[in-house]
C-alpha cells in the first residue's frame, strides 16, 4: 500500500487564516468595521486562559477587534448572564465565546442558551444547533467539527456516497460532525454513522466499515490498526496528555488514534498535534467575520 498522506492540518488553517485576514480588511475598507469579538473567561484554569490568550492572539493577527472579560470563579450565575445580555445588545460586539468548563454552580446549558444565536461563533446555542440539524444556511457550526469538513475538502478528499464513521457523541464534536457529513452539499453528501461505547465489541466492526473514519472519544491511542479498514481515511480529534518517561517534561501529547501502527493502512491520516486542532482556530474566526458582514451588512440595508 502506498505511503499515507499526512494531513498537514497547520498548513491548512494558515490558508484559511490569511484568507479571513484579506477578507476582513476589505470589510473594513468598504463598512468602516473591524469584526469584533468578545472573549468571556471564568475563574483562573490555567487551559482555558492559554486558549483564550491564543484565540485573542489569532483574532488580532486577523486584524479583528477583540476583548477578554476575566471574572472570578465565584460570580453568581446571573451576573454573568447580565453581561451575556449586554454582550448580546452591544452592536460594535459579532461574536461572543463564553470559555468552558465553567464553575460546577453555573449551568453551563443555561449559558449556552443565552448567548445570541448570531453572536454564538462557537456554534453551541440551541438554535444554530437545529438550523444544522435541518440543513437552513444561516447557522453557524461548531468549529471543530466545521474544521474536518474543511481540512478534508482542502486535501482533496471525496467525501460525497463515502461512509463515514464518528466514534464519539458528543454536543460539541460528534454530533454536529455526523450533521456536516450528511448535508447535501459539496464538501459533504456522506453516510454518516455515530458509534460510541454503547456499541461494546460491536465497536470495531463498524469502524472497520468506515471509508472516513473519525476519532473523537477523548480516549488516548483508543483506534488500533485492526479497527480501521485498509485505505481508509482517518482523522483524529483527540488530544490526550499520556506520560513518557523519555520526554523533559514526562508526557507527551497523543490523539485517540494509534498514529504509527494506523498510518501503515490508512490512505491518509491527521497527526497530532498539527492535524485538526489548528483548524478549530481557524474556523473561528472564520465563523466571527461572518458574523461581523451579517450584522453589519442587515443594518447597513435600506428600509
Known amino acids: 500500500m502506498p ?10 488553517a494558515s490558508e484559511i487564516r490569511d484568507e ?11 463598512y468602516g468595521v473591524r469584526p469584533r469579538i ?22 488580532e493577527e486577523a486584524g479583528f477587534s477583540h476583548e477578554t472579560k476575566v471574572l472570578p470563579a465565584n460570580i453568581e450565575e446571573s451576573e454573568l448572564i447580565d453581561l451575556i445580555r449586554s454582550i448580546n445588545e452591544d452592536p460594535l460586539t459579532h461574536g461572543l465565546l463564553v470559555q468552558f468548563p465553567l464553575p460546577k454552580h453555573i449551568r453551563e446549558e443555561r449559558v449556552i442558551e ?23 444556511g444561516n447557522y453557524f457550526a461548531p468549529c471543530t467539527p466545521a474544521g474536518v469538513i474543511e481540512m478534508l475538502a482542502r486535501s482533496g478528499i471525496a467525501v460525497s456516497g463515502k461512509h463515514a464513521v ?22 459533504a453528501n456522506a453516510v454518516a454513522t455515530i458509534a460510541h461505547t454503547g456499541a461494546g465489541e460491536k465497536l470495531g466492526e463498524i469502524t472497520r466499515s468506515a471509508d472516513i473514519l473519525v476519532a473523537a472519544m477523548g480516549v488516548p491511542l483508543a483506534i488500533t490498526a485492526d479497527m480501521v479498514k485498509p485505505g481508509a481515511v482517518v482523522v483524529d480529534v483527540g488530544i490526550n496528555r499520556v506520560a513518557d518517561a523519555t520526554k523533559k517534561s514526562g508526557s507527551r501529547l497523543v490523539g485517540d488514534v494509534d498514529f504509527d501502527r494506523v498510518k501503515l493502512k490508512a490512505s491518509a491520516i491527521t497527526p497530532v498535534p498539527g492535524g485538526v486542532g489548528p483548524m478549530t482556530i481557524a474556523m473561528l474566526l472564520k465563523n466571527t467575520l461572518t458574523a461581523a458582514i451579517r450584522q453589519v451588512t442587515r443594518v447597513a440595508e435600506p428600509a
Open 3 to 12: 505511503e499515507a498522506l499526512i494531513i498537514d492540518g497547520k498548513r491548512i
Open 20 to 30: 479571513v485576514r484579506i477578507d476582513a480588511a476589505e470589510f473594513l475598507q468598504r
Open 38 to 59: 468578545m472573549f468571556v473567561l471564568v475563574g483562573n484554569n490555567p487551559a482555558s486562559e492559554v486558549y483564550v490568550r491564543n484565540k485573542g492572539i489569532a483574532s
Open 114 to 136: 443565552l448567548i445570541s444565536p448570531d453572536k454564538d461563533v462557537d456554534g453551541f446555542n440551541p438554535l444554530n444547533a437545529g438550523r444544522l440539524s435541518i440543513g437552513l
Open 166 to 187: 464518528i466514534v464519539g457523541r458528543s454536543n460539541l464534536v460528534g454530533k454536529p460532525l455526523a450533521l456536516l457529513f450528511a448535508q447535501k452539499n459539496s464538501k
